[in-house]
Every structure is written in C-alpha cells, then in structure tokens.
T-cell receptor, first 114, second 115 residues
Framework: NAGVTQTPKFQVLKTGQSMTLQCAQD?????MSWYRQDPGMGLRLIHY???????DQGEVPNGYNVSRSTTEDFPLRLLSAAPSQTSVYFC?????????????FGPGTRLTVT | DQQVKQNSPSLSVQEGRISILNCDYT??????FLWYKKYPAEGPTFLISISSIKDKNEDGRFTVFLNKSAKHLSLHIVPSQPGDSAVYFCAASDAGGTSYGKLTFGQGTILTVHP
C-alpha cells in the first residue's frame, strides 16, 4: 500500500511553459484534492474532486486545471506557468464517508518557475 | 481574509515540558477541527481532531481543546519530545455545509523541542 504518491518531486519551469503534476492513491478514496503551500500562508486548496468525473474549484484555482477520469488519479495541470506559481504542491485523499476530513497527503512537489 | 489563524510562527520548548499550540478561527460555520504535523520534505500527517460537539479530545500525549465561544482551539503535547519538533497546522471544516471535505488551514507553527 503506497498511499498517496506524487511525481515529480522537484521541477523547474520557465515562464509560459505548461506541465502536469501527477497524483495517485491506492486506498480507493473518493475524495482527492490539491493544495499549495507558501511561506506564511499555510496550505491553500486549489481544486478538489469527490469522485471520478466530478471536480470543483477551491480557494486559489486560477491558472490550474484538473480532471478525474479514474478513482486513483488526480493530475494537476499548469496551463502557462508564472513565477507566482512557485510553491510546494501537495495532493491529498480521503474517504467521503466516515471520517472524511482526515486527509492523507502525498510527499509534495517543489515547483520553481523562473 | 485568513479564516484560520495561528498567530505564533514558532515555539521553543524544553524536552519533558508541555507544548501549547494555539489556533483562532473566524468562521462560525466551522464545526470540525484538525491538527496536522509536518516534517521537512514530507507531506502533512493527521494528528488529532475534534468535533464542535466536544470541548476536549485526547490521544496519548496529545490533547486538543475547543472553546467555541472564543472561536479558539489549542493543542497540548505532554510531555514534549525532540521527535515532536515539526510544523503544526491547524485546519477547520464546515462539515454540515456544501464545503464538505474542504479544509481551511492556518499558517502553521514551528515547534522546536530541545533535549
């Protein structure tokens, strides 16, 4: 049981480039989400999904796209990278029923946009 | 507008003593609160939670207290150990509303426990 995995661990992009951050979980969790962590800001929700085919925006969705075609995967796409998107990105998952707020986090992707 | 605030960026405690981490919130719709712990280069891990129908929840060395009238919660670690040194995040959710599953995090407090 690998839990929540994220790739890559590190990435450097130039302004205007696009890329996809990968997230996968093997716990059969319905709920998946993406957060970004910036100094002094805590973790802020970007997008989330309550099941395959269902996604919604969080607090800071601009510049990011998501899709959920399977229960296991929830990729985050940066459409045209900007220096303001330099951050550490965390993917998380949890069950929808039971204790849904005890989300399990991946190890993070550190992204630098120059 | 920061709905969940951790006003102390850092806390330093001696091993064996009590660590008290504080968190304030402004949204009266929040009814479920969690604490997460984060080591460098790792994702946050769930530590302990409390529902708004309770004012205290205990799990081993960790106790969370909730004061709804003051919109304040605190995490007590007794006794503190060097391995507790990490960043602690407070988080809140509106369990009964449409924000199901969405967590609002505080800025985090860096706890350092000295041997």
């Amino acid at each position: 049981n690998a839990g929540v995995t994220q790739t890559p661990k590190f990435q450097v992009l130039k302004t205007g480039q696009s890329m996809t951050l990968q997230c996968a979980q093997d716990m059969n969790h319905e709920y998946m989400s993406w957060y970004r962590q910036d100094p002094g800001m805590g973790l802020r929700l970007i997008h989330y999904s309550v099941g395959a085919g269902i996604t919604d925006q969080g607090e800071v969705p601009n510049g990011y796209n998501v899709s959920r075609s399977t229960t296991e995967d929830f990729p985050l796409r940066l459409l045209s990278a900007a220096p303001s998107q330099t951050s550490v990105y965390f993917c998380a998952s949890s069950y929808v029923l039971g204790q849904p707020y005890e989300q399990y986090f991946g190890p993070g992707t550190r992204l630098t946009v120059t | 507008d920061q709905q969940v605030k951790q006003n102390s960026p850092s806390l330093s405690v001696q091993e064996g003593r009590i660590s008290i981490l504080n968190c304030d919130y402004t949204n009266s719709m929040f009814d479920y609160f969690l604490w997460y712990k984060k080591y460098p280069a790792e994702g946050p891990t769930f530590l302990i939670s409390i529902s708004s129908i309770k004012d205290k929840n205990e799990d081993g060395r960790f106790t969370v207290f909730l004061n709804k009238s003051a919109k304040h919660l605190s995490l007590h670690i007794v006794p503190s150990q060097p391995g507790d040194s990490a960043v602690y995040f407070c988080a809140a959710s509106d369990a009964g509303g449409t924000s199901y599953g969405k967590l609002t995090f505080g800025q985090g407090t860096i706890l350092t426990v000295h041997p």
